[in-house]
């Protein structure tokens, strides 16, 4: 089992509508949880940053996280086409060491909207 | 935001040369920079974990005579491709980690590497 899952798509909605995006994860350690959004043939973007349980809003955009259920999602209200890409979850512990601060990401859901 | 930039964005060479690709944190410290290189329609694949004024950290199957890495300041750092040949070619990023703040980290837009 990989240690961050996460569906890559493709997913098609039409503009307007609420996008669902999530991951699911392995390691009990994560507690910092990450959204990046990356366009063709650019780096990611940091969207949405999260630290342990609970939700967060942005704009349109929210992201959740239930560590108990070791699952983390992004909601896109009134989506746009100029909100279509790839995105990207992250996480990583809060450990120090060798390892620390290193994000793990997921394969990305890359996402079209449909005007 | 933090900006990240990435010099270049693009780079063309022959087989056999070196390639070097610069890394800055515009508009704040980064103690830690992270490099990464994404294939065609994957994620990203963590090379290497560089602290200023220290040896970087490779993840493995990565050459570290290969990909030379320097963090020689708070707010650069360097990737040197050396003898780079043609399955080196590939989409190389760089990330920044905000000194003494969480564990956000801010992304470089990216040097496509095309080996001839």
């Known amino acids: 089992q990989k240690e961050v899952e996460q569906d890559p798509g493709p997913l098609s909605v039409p503009e307007g509508a609420i996008v669902s995006l999530n991951c699911t994860y392995s390691n009990s350690a994560f507690q910092y949880f990450m959204w990046y959004r990356q366009y063709s043939r650019k780096g990611p973007e940091l969207l949405m940053y999260t630290y342990s349980s609970g939700n967060k809003e942005d704009g349109r955009f929210t992201a959740q996280v239930d560590k108990s259920s070791k699952y983390i999602s992004l909601f896109i209200r009134d989506s ?6 790839t995105y990207l979850c992250a996480m990583s512990s809060a ?3 060798a390892g620390s601060y290193q994000l793990t990401f997921g394969k990305g859901t890359k996402l079209s909207v449909i005007p | 935001g933090a900006v990240v930039s990435q010099h270049p964005s693009r780079v063309i060479c022959k087989s056999g040369t070196s390639v070097k690709i610069e890394c800055r944190s515009l508009d704040f410290q980064a103690t830690t920079m992270f490099w990464y290189r994404q294939f065609p329609k994957q994620s990203l694949m963590l090379m290497a974990t ?7 950290t490779y993840e493995q199957g990565v050459e570290k005579d290969k990909f030379l890495i320097n963090h020689a300041s708070l707010t650069l750092s360097t990737l040197t491709v050396t003898s780079a040949h043609p399955e080196d070619s590939s989409f190389y990023i760089c990330s920044a980690r905000v000194a003494g703040a969480h564990n956000e980290q801010f992304f470089g837009p990216g040097t496509r590497l095309t080996v001839l």
Do not use: T
């Open chain 1, 95 to 97: 450990y120090s060491g």
């Open chain 2, 50 to 56: 560089s602290n200023e004024g220290s040896k970087a």
């Open chain 1, 80 to 85: 746009q086409p100029s909100d279509s890409a």
